[in-house]
């Protein structure tokens, strides 16, 4: 692999400072599985996080956090990141986008679709123009949101809480990092039952021991304007299925997701006409 000079992306750091050497190592890695232009918007996305001058930390953690970003929802999500970030610096601190990027890799693997994680992107700006100090908490407790809110839940959840604490600074710290009652009310009102994110790899495998072959599956976010959700849908050979499902009569979410994805691939494997 060609050596690359680093310089020209970290000018704000000494040629002797560790991310340097941070960089290199994570370039490499990144260079696996991102294609030139990736790595192109990837070091651009460097010289960008030192350009706004809010510290090492963010700088590594952007550094650290995008390959992994890449690896689970693809590389065109890059650039989105960095406009995020750049945005958000005019409403926040170096420490809370640093927290941000931080929590980037968890919010990817838990969305699975790029779409899903421009959504949360929208979210946190309008978070951090209608509840700056909610940010800090709602990302130090993000991994218990995502593993109980939909994306939609959670852009209800987040928007109750900067509505009723527009103008108390300390309710929205309380609110977002879940030490309120009024946010854990809404947070258990939002809980949805089963989500499709948790239960991928299971389905993967009942496909393949229905049908022996491989079907790709994406999440889409059914619910993120109201609770009414998204029928499931084919679209370029993937099957689409809400982020999740409610127990319905009895009937479990993980059921309604074994036969909405054994229906989509039984119309992909025998249909003869174009569905796509």
């Given at each position: 692999?060609?050596?690359?000079?680093?310089?020209?992306?970290?000018?704000?750091?000494?040629?002797?400072?560790?991310?340097?050497?941070?960089?290199?190592?994570?370039?490499?890695?990144?260079a696996?599985i991102?294609s030139?232009?990736?790595?192109?918007?990837?070091?651009?996305?460097?010289?960008?996080?030192?350009?706004?001058?809010?510290?090492?930390?963010?700088?590594?953690?952007?550094?650290?956090?995008?390959?992994q970003?890449?690896?689970?929802?693809?590389?065109?999500i890059?650039p989105?990141?960095?406009?995020?970030?750049?945005?958000?610096?005019?409403?926040t601190?170096?420490?809370?986008?640093t927290?941000?990027?931080?929590?980037?890799?968890?919010?990817?693997?838990?969305?699975?679709?790029?779409?899903?994680m421009?959504n949360?992107l929208?979210l946190i700006?309008?978070?951090?123009?209608?509840?700056?100090?909610?940010?800090r908490?709602?990302?130090?407790?993000l991994?218990?949101?995502?593993?109980?809110?939909?994306?939609?839940?959670l852009?209800?959840w987040?928007?109750?809480g900067a509505?009723?604490?527009a103008?108390?600074?300390?309710?929205?710290?309380a609110?977002?990092?879940?030490k309120?009652e009024?946010?854990?009310?809404?947070?258990?009102?939002?809980?949805?039952?089963?989500?499709?994110?948790?239960?991928q790899?299971?389905l993967?495998f009942?496909?393949?021991?229905?049908?022996g072959?491989?079907?790709?599956?994406?999440?889409?976010?059914?619910?993120?304007?109201?609770r009414?959700?998204?029928?499931?849908?084919?679209?370029?050979?993937?099957?689409?299925?809400?982020?999740?499902?409610?127990?319905?009569?009895?009937?479990?979410?993980v059921?309604?997701?074994?036969?909405?994805?054994a229906?989509?691939?039984?119309?992909?494997?025998?249909?003869?006409?174009?569905i796509?």
């Amino acid at each position: 692999m060609t050596r690359v000079d680093f310089s020209e992306f970290l000018r704000c750091l000494d040629p002797k400072h560790p991310h340097y050497a941070a960089l290199e190592a994570n370039y490499n890695d990144a260079a696996r599985i991102l294609s030139p232009r990736g790595l192109e918007h990837y070091l651009e996305g460097v010289k960008g996080m030192c350009a706004l001058g809010r510290g090492e930390d963010l700088i590594l953690s952007y550094i650290e956090a995008m390959p992994q970003v890449a690896k689970e929802i693809g590389e065109d999500i890059i650039p989105d990141v960095v406009h995020a970030m750049m945005s958000l610096s005019s409403h926040t601190s170096g420490t809370v986008i640093t927290l941000m990027l931080h929590n980037l890799p968890l919010a990817a693997q838990r969305f699975g679709d790029i779409d899903m994680m421009r959504n949360f992107l929208v979210l946190i700006h309008q978070l951090a123009g209608k509840a700056p100090r909610g940010l800090r908490p709602m990302m130090e407790n993000l991994e218990e949101l995502l593993s109980k809110l939909t994306l939609g839940g959670l852009r209800r959840w987040a928007m109750w809480g900067a509505q009723a604490h527009a103008r108390d600074l300390d309710g929205q710290m309380a609110y977002f990092g879940l030490k309120s009652e009024s946010s854990r009310a809404v947070l258990k009102k939002e809980r949805r039952g089963t989500l499709f994110i948790d239960n991928q790899r299971k389905l993967n495998f009942y496909l393949r021991a229905l049908w022996g072959r491989a079907f790709f599956m994406k999440p889409t976010s059914g619910d993120y304007e109201t609770r009414q959700g998204l029928r499931p849908f084919i679209e370029d050979w993937f099957i689409h299925v809400p982020d999740a499902y409610d127990t319905f009569y009895g009937i479990s979410g993980v059921e309604t997701f074994r036969a909405a994805v054994a229906h989509m691939a039984a119309h992909i494997v025998y249909t003869g006409t174009s569905i796509s």
